[in-house]
């Protein structure tokens, strides 16, 4: 796991861009460790068949977008903004396409603040994971500000999960780790053939 084997490892400035790339069985399509960058665009790739995330930020991510992408088979999350040190803030996932991730979700936001994942389609999950995620996990910098979910589609998302023995939903918010004290707006959800909830909420702190 400690072993950067993915196609692109590292920082990117602010105001990249990162276009047009077709990534295939790789470790990770994309791990992208932002320190404080900001204004990074990650748009009309095909990331497919990974190991693990088709595509991660981890660290701080600042107003960037990760928008038209299409993700295939990756081997965790397909797409996560991770909250590792500092919060993701003002960023967008829009646009994208993923289908049949493994072992965890779609589309992910561990912790972060005012974040947004709209017009996304994901499709045909597997276990231990659903369709779009929003948690206070992993140890994350907690959710602040008001996480904007709006317009996107599930097809068949929601799995069994068989470790802890229910299903996860199409989407589903966790606040088990920590509590969510903030606002979190879904509008324009459209959960086609959910294997189980297309909402879900998980509560583990009394909040």
């Given amino acids: 796991?400690?072993?950067?084997?993915?196609?692109?490892?590292?920082?990117?400035?602010?105001?990249?861009?990162?276009?047009?790339?077709?990534?295939?069985?790789?470790?990770?399509?994309?791990?992208?460790?932002?320190?404080?960058?900001?204004?990074?665009?990650?748009?009309?790739?095909?990331?497919?068949?990974?190991?693990?995330?088709?595509?991660?930020?981890?660290?701080?991510?600042?107003?960037?977008?990760?928008?038209?992408?299409?993700?295939?088979?990756?081997?965790?999350?397909?797409?996560?903004?991770?909250?590792?040190?500092?919060?993701?803030?003002?960023?967008?996932?829009?646009?994208?396409?993923?289908?049949?991730?493994?072992?965890a979700n779609g589309i992910a936001l561990y912790g972060g603040s005012s974040n947004t994942i709209t017009g996304n389609l994901v499709q045909d999950t597997n276990a231990l994971g659903g369709g779009i995620h929003v948690g206070n996990r992993f140890s994350s910098s907690p959710l602040s500000g008001t996480t904007t979910i709006s317009n996107n589609t599930t097809l068949r998302a929601g799995a069994l999960d068989p470790n802890w023995q229910f299903g996860v939903g199409a989407v589903w918010i966790d606040a088990r780790e920590q509590p969510i004290t903030t606002a979190i707006r879904i509008t324009g959800l459209r959960a086609i053939e959910s294997p189980y909830a297309a909402l879900h909420f998980i509560d583990g702190n009394g909040q």
């Fill in 1 to 103: 796991d400690g072993n950067p084997d993915n196609a692109f490892h590292g920082a990117l400035g602010a105001g990249s861009v990162v276009s047009g790339l077709w990534i295939q069985n790789t470790k990770c399509g994309l791990w992208v460790m932002f320190g404080q960058s900001s204004n990074v665009t990650i748009e009309n790739n095909r990331i497919l068949s990974t190991q693990a995330d088709g595509l991660n930020f981890d660290s701080v991510a600042v107003n960037s977008t990760v928008r038209n992408n299409y993700i295939r088979g990756a081997g965790d999350d397909g797409i996560a903004l991770w909250s590792n040190g500092g919060a993701d803030s003002g960023n967008t996932i829009a646009n994208n396409t993923v289908i049949q991730p493994s072992l």
